[in-house]
């Protein structure tokens, strides 16, 4: 009974719509899969919707909300969230507005300097993750206006360079009280991909309440210490795919790797909200 516990749709930055990945998840012989898209709910009706034609499949309605500590992009999940309550959705749009208005006003810094961009030539770049300077210079690259991504940083984006345009960062331990808050559980994402030591005790503190363990990018060395840690500090240790169609993913595949049924058994049963 294959369960996963991550994956995107077109709600975000996956190339399948929410009832295309619940049937692929069905064929895939997935039993409980979770929808986290980055800061949107926007997928979890219509899925819901198909996964009830698909059972005994379970969905869980999740989220990924990104944040920022120390320069490191960090990624929240958030389960069994009561996503449908205004404020949250008020949230979210404030999230997504926050991010795209960023990259517009890089676009008119850089064509009041002579270089012109699209900015939804930026957004189409974006994978995992949300849209920001390392996108809007792979624009700048694609279009000779620079050498490379590098460049772009030193002559215009870097902090306080003439394209630069500050943000507000969320910091992880905001992400986890807005899950918490949202009767939630909060789950730190690949932290594979963070080499930081200190940072899941940190949040540990500040309520977290899982790690994803289970990842296709982990070795089994990372794998065993985040296994290791999360017994350590009584944490839910999850898995997922991070699967955001093929389109966006042609290696990836929703189910994979494996993660075992007990992991969402033992997420079920994790307190949850404040
Ligand atoms: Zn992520
Ligand atoms: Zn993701």
Redesign the pocket.
């Known amino acids: 009974m294959a369960v996963d516990l991550h994956t995107h749709t077109t709600a975000s930055d996956g190339s399948l719509s929410p009832s295309e990945l619940v049937r692929e998840a069905a064929r895939a012989g997935v039993r409980v899969l979770a929808i986290t898209d980055h800061d949107s709910t926007d997928g979890l009706a219509e899925a819901l919707a198909e996964a009830r034609r698909h059972p005994p499949l379970e969905l869980v309605p999740g989220i990924?909300l990104?944040t920022e500590a120390d320069r490191f992009e960090i990624?929240i999940l958030g389960y069994f969230i009561d996503w449908e309550v205004g404020w949250f959705q008020e949230v979210l749009r404030g999230f997504r507005e926050e991010r795209r208005g960023r990259v517009h006003r890089m676009a008119e810094r850089l064509a009041a300097l002579g270089i012109p961009i699209d900015p939804e030539e930026v957004f189409a770049l974006v994978r995992?993750?949300s849209a920001g300077r390392p996108h809007v210079a792979q624009v700048m690259v694609q279009h000779g206006y620079v050498g490379s991504v590098g460049e772009a940083f030193d002559r215009y984006l870097k902090h306080g360079g003439p394209a630069y345009v500050s943000y507000q960062k969320l910091p992880p331990e905001e992400a986890i009280a807005l899950i918490r808050r949202a009767g939630g559980v909060p789950v730190l994402?690949?932290p594979g991909f963070i080499d930081q030591d200190d940072l899941i005790p940190r949040l540990a503190r500040a309520g977290l309440g899982g790690v994803e363990c289970y990842y296709a990018a982990h070795t089994p060395a990372q794998i065993a210490t985040f296994l290791r840690l999360t017994r350590e500090l009584g944490l839910v240790a999850t898995g997922g795919s991070?699967y955001h169609g093929p389109r966006v993913t042609p290696d990836g595949r929703v189910g994979t790797p494996r993660v075992p049924y007990e992991v969402y058994q033992t997420l079920l049963a994790a307190p949850r909200g404040a």
Do not use: I
């Open positions: 990924e990104n990624h995992e993750g994402a690949h991070d």
